[in-house]
């Protein structure tokens, strides 16, 4: 069974910093591009970056809203994916989900999600 | 970037009534268009990949269509449990996109 567990979230002051961890289980980690999904309480859904498999050279992409701020990594030997957030805005406040992109060759879906984790930025 | 946009934002439907949802994107995406349901206090699930492909264990009521800007997602005989938001989303291109999504409420 394919699951993904968020932790790391919690309060944090403007400008501070956190970094969430995605433990995977249940399939092949180091095979599958990994990416982060947020959602501001009652709004939609915002990717937020992703990160490649070592086949594909760890390559990394992020949306214009957290680029130069935020930093997706992975270690392959705990099936853990990373989003360090740096230089935090009150705007980065939303449930912050990982999910993989699923291992069928060509097939860039989204098949797994995690439940979630808070990112509260608030003074 | 590509721009999604769904149609309606909101609908109130009746058990058993189709429901039909639409996304536009802003320029053509081919059949990198998928789509997701998220009911309250949960995480997104899959429906449908590559425009019309039905993910492993969604029933056959949810069906998907369209290709290059203009996507549709039909529930056919709505269910009780079918109420939450939907999201179109794109793979196309970086960044990717959502749409705004459409709640469906149950009357």
């Known amino acids: 069974e394919v699951q993904l567990v968020e932790s790391g979230g919690g309060l944090v002051q403007p400008g501070g910093s956190l970094k969430l961890s995605c433990a995977a289980s249940g399939f092949s980690f180091s095979d599958s591009a990994m990416h982060w999904v947020r959602q501001a309480s009652g709004k939609g859904l915002e990717w937020v970056g992703r990160?490649?498999?070592?086949?594909?050279?760890?390559?990394?992409a992020y949306a214009a809203s957290v680029k130069g701020r935020f930093t997706i990594s992975r270690d392959d030997s705990k099936n853990t994916a990373y989003l360090q957030m740096d230089s935090l805005k009150t705007e980065d406040t939303a449930v912050y989900y990982c999910?993989?992109?699923?291992?069928?060759?060509?097939?860039?879906?989204?098949?797994?999600w995690g439940q979630g984790t808070l990112v509260t930025v608030s003074s | 970037e590509i721009v999604l946009t769904q149609s309606p934002d909101f609908q109130s439907v009746t058990p058993k009534e189709k429901v039909t949802i639409t996304c536009r994107a802003s320029?053509?995406?081919?059949?990198?268009l998928h789509w997701y349901q998220q009911k309250p206090d949960q995480s997104p699930k899959l429906l449908i990949k590559y425009a019309s492909q039905s993910f492993s264990g969604v029933p056959s009521r949810f069906s998907g269509s369209g290709s290059g800007t203009d996507f549709t997602l039909t529930i056919n005989s709505l269910e009780v449990e079918d109420a939450a938001t939907y999201y179109c989303h794109q793979s196309s291109s970086i960044p990717r996109t959502f749409g705004q999504g459409t709640k469906v409420e149950i009357k």
């Open positions: 990160i490649r498999s070592k086949t594909n050279n760890y390559a990394t």
């Open positions: 999910t993989r992109m699923t291992l069928i060759p060509d097939d860039f879906s989204l098949d797994f």
């Open positions: 320029q053509s995406i081919g059949s990198s």
